[in-house]
């Protein structure tokens, strides 16, 4: 069956230094993988999205990068702040016509400490 | 910025009762969707909604559950008859037309006793 996997340790890390999550997924061909970040009692805020055809994508301070023959998403927050600490979630979505289920992990848990 | 919303944030229920959780997708949105969050767990698809149908649902989403575009602004997600298993946070997204990203709701926190 499809799984997706991420950190399941929380991380912790200090304000100026680059968090680095990981999303590896297996029994899975997706289209795209997005990552969203969910707040304590809140719904999942879109981050970025990035296509299987695409190594790397960037945003501001953040990256992720896509290799779908380790089936596996890097996302990368650097010069992090403590305003970043949250819950980090990958999903995963197929190309199937008007199917855009996404298929989510379970998030990885970061705080950055002042 | 235009958002989902959706209502109530929280709603208790006694078990075998009905619930209707309401949404207003962003406006010129065309795909709908309901997730669901087991506290701790991942969250889970539920059911996609386009053109007035639903694409795909999961097996989570029986006969106990049903999805209605009553009007031209609002999505609801209607449970039958909750069982204590049905306490989750249900969360409402859209996306528009060529859009794979899906923009959520701050969720409802369903509480079946």
């Known amino acids: 069956s499809q799984k997706i996997e991420q950190n399941s340790e929380a991380l912790n890390i200090q304000e100026g230094k680059t968090a680095t999550l990981t999303c590896n997924y297996t029994?899975?061909?997706?289209?795209?993988l997005q990552w969203y970040r969910q707040d304590p009692g809140r719904g999942p805020v879109f981050l970025l999205l990035?296509?299987?055809n695409e190594k790397e994508k960037r945003k501001e301070r953040l990256k992720v990068t896509f290799d779908t023959t380790l089936k596996q998403s890097l996302f990368h927050i650097t010069a992090s702040q403590p305003a970043d600490s949250a819950t980090y979630l990958c999903?995963?979505?197929?190309?199937?016509?008007?199917?855009?289920?996404?298929?989510w992990g379970l998030g990885t848990s970061l705080a950055v400490n002042p | 910025e235009p958002e989902v919303t959706q209502t109530p944030s929280h709603q208790v229920t006694q078990m075998g009762q009905e619930v209707i959780l309401r949404c207003v997708p962003i406006?010129?949105?065309?795909?709908f969707y309901w997730y669901r969050q087991i506290l701790g767990q991942k969250v889970e698809f539920l059911v996609s909604?386009?053109?007035?149908?639903?694409?795909?649902k999961s097996e989570i989403f029986d006969d106990q559950f049903s999805v209605e575009r009553p009007d031209g602004s609002n999505f609801t997600l209607k449970i039958r008859s909750t069982k204590l298993e049905d306490s989750a946070m249900y969360f409402c997204a859209s996306s528009g037309q060529g859009q794979n990203i899906q923009y959520f709701g701050a969720g409802t926190r369903l509480s079946v006793l």
């Open positions: 029994n899975y061909s997706p289209a795209y």
């Open positions: 990035i296509r299987e």
């Open positions: 406006s010129n949105h065309l795909y």
């Open positions: 999903a995963l979505g197929s190309r199937a016509g008007n199917n855009r289920k996404l298929i």
């Open positions: 909604f386009y053109n007035n149908e639903i694409s795909e």
